[in-house]
Each structure stands twice: as structure tokens, then as C-alpha cells.
């Protein structure tokens, strides 16, 4: 197998420098070999002839300038647009690319089938940047029937990679039958009050309506509020305060402004992995190439 990884710009060296690393690690008698401006990274990496035929070339732009003399991988280089990526300025260019896209999530994927490219030349793999990182989760939802996100979510999260779970005091220990029932959907939680270790290892921190989201915003984390059906009942109709009030609290009022907002299992999914995926697209499009699926 013969591989050019061709960059249009030294910043490129930043996506395909780990697509690059993971191939040559599992492959050491495939013919890797870069082509382009490598800026500072020049000395690092093999160098080839532009003209030289391989299997692919691997370039992280639409519009490279690489040859044709293999069959093309786009990686892209970055998740905006800047009115060019992903939009209809370059339509013909994404409709009429000679090759394949390896886009972000789901989120990319849709924009290109909007412009009309094939379902085919797509593939889902994240960005190669974020190789071997990880995104840490946190879920704490409270206690209370008609806030906890437990009766939104049930005992799905542990559905999501790398999610840690703590569980309220009441859910832990208390004996009322709801919190028997919540307690039952969680099979691993931290046992335990103290949770400032998690608030600091997590990334992500999900929570409802009580105090998590707010101690997620107030460390500069990614808080995801889920929000339960039934909350008006429990500050209307049992703490008799107008819903204006209700809605000047700081679990709204703070949460509506800097969380995200979600009503179900699926959309939290969506809000987890909208922008990218995280951790391994080397290996993504290493197995696509392997495999033989890019014909």
C-alpha cells in the first residue's frame, strides 16, 4: 500500500501528522510519504515526489491542490465552515470531489448530502487532532421525581463512553419508594458525598434542575441540562410560586443561558456528539483504507 499525505500548508501537518503516526505503527511496510509545505515540520517526516503513483492521497481540504494519482481522502482541517467548508460556495466542488470525506459527525455529514454529495464518498470518523484524547462524563442527577433527569434518561446512560455516574444522597440511601425505583436503574455509581475530584476530571458534566449544571458553568465546563416533563408541577403546584418567579431562578435563568437543553435520551446523544467525534478517527480511517470499503 502507498500512501501520499499531501499538505497544502503547514497547519495540515496537524490532522494528517496523526493519521500519518497510527498508519506507519501498524503498517511499517506501507510506503508513507509526505508531499507539500511542511513549514517547520519539514525534517520530520519522509518526503516523496508529487508524481508518484499511489493507493491514496489523504489531503485535509476540498480544494487541494494535490494530484490525482490515487484515490483521494479529504480530513478537513477544522470543524468551522469560514463560508467555504460545507457551504454552497463550493458546492461543485464537494458534489464534483474525486474521492471521499471523512467528516467530524453526523452534523458534517448531513451539510454534505445537502449539497448534494453522495451518501458513499461519506464516512464518519472525527478529526485526527483529537487522537487519543478522551472526553470525560459526568452525570449527577438530583433526587426529586418531577426534577431528576433519572425518569428522562433511566438507566440509558450507561450507553455513553466514559461516563461516571454519582447519584444523590437521597437516591443512594433514602428509602421512599421513588428513590428505590431510581436507585434501581444504576447498577455503577460513586458511593460516596464528595465529588470534587469528578467535577474536576469531567469534561462534560449532565445534570437536571438541581446544582450541577450550576457548578459545571461556574468551573467552565460543558454543562447539559436535561430537563424533566413534570417541573412545573413541583414549583407550581407544591412550592406555589409564580411561573415568572420560577423562571428567574437560577437553575433556569443561569442554565438557559449557558447549558444545553435536552428532553430525551436522543437528544442528549445529539448535544454529546454533534460537533465531533473524539479519540480515535485515525483508527476510523486507517480500517476504512485496510479494510478495502473505499473502492
Known amino acids: 500500500m502507498k500512501i501520499m499525505f499531501y499538505a497544502d500548508w503547514p497547519l495540515a501537518t496537524t490532522y494528517l501528522g496523526p493519521l500519518y503516526k497510527y498508519i506507519k505503527e501498524r503498517e511499517p511496510t506501507w510506503t508513507l510519504f509526505f508531499v507539500g509545505d511542511l513549514g ?27 494530484p490525482n494519482t490515487g484515490k483521494k481522502i479529504c480530513i478537513f482541517h477544522g470543524l468551522a465552515s469560514k463560508a467555504q467548508a460545507y457551504s454552497f460556495a463550493r458546492q461543485e466542488a464537494f458534489k464534483n470531489y474525486p474521492g471521499y470525506f471523512s467528516v467530524p459527525s ?19 470518523a472525527g478529526l485526527t487532532k483529537f487522537d487519543g484524547l478522551k472526553k470525560n462524563i459526568l ?3 438530583t433526587h426529586n421525581q418531577d426534577l431528576s433527569a433519572i425518569p428522562v434518561i433511566g438507566d440509558r446512560i450507561y450507553e455513553i463512553p466514559n461516563v461516571k455516574v454519582h447519584l444523590h444522597q437521597w437516591t443512594r440511601i433514602g428509602v421512599k419508594p421513588t428513590h428505590k425505583e431510581f436507585r434501581s436503574k444504576h447498577y455503577n455509581y460513586e458511593n460516596r458525598e464528595d465529588i470534587l475530584d ?12 438541581g446544582s450541577i449544571c450550576l457548578e459545571a458553568i461556574a468551573l467552565g465546563k460543558q454543562a447539559i441540562q436535561v430537563v424533566n416533563p413534570n417541573y412545573k408541577r413541583f414549583y407550581l403546584e407544591q412550592k406555589k410560586i409564580t411561573e415568572e418567579e420560577m423562571y428567574s431562578l437560577p437553575e433556569f435563568a443561569i442554565n438557559q443561558k449557558y447549558a444545553t437543553q435536552v428532553h430525551s435520551f436522543e437528544e442528549l446523544k445529539e448535544a454529546l456528539g454533534t460537533v465531533a467525534n473524539v479519540g480515535n478517527a485515525s483508527e476510523i480511517i486507517y480500517n476504512k483504507i485496510k479494510n478495502g470499503e473505499l473502492k
Not at 452534523?107 to 464518519?124: A, N, P
Not at 469528578?198 to 434542575?209: R, S, Y
Open 198 to 209: 469528578l467535577l474536576e476530571w469531567a469534561n462534560v458534566v449532565i445534570g437536571d434542575l
Open 139 to 141: 452525570y449527577a442527577p
Open 106 to 124: 453526523q452534523f458534517y455529514r448531513q451539510k454534505l448530502l445537502d449539497l448534494g454529495v453522495k451518501d458513499e464518498k461519506i464516512f464518519i
Open 40 to 66: 517547520e515540520d519539514d525534517k520530520k517526516y519522509p518526503k516523496g515526489s508529487k508524481s508518484a503513483k499511489v493507493d491514496f492521497v489523504i489531503t485535509c481540504d476540498e480544494l487541494s491542490s494535490a
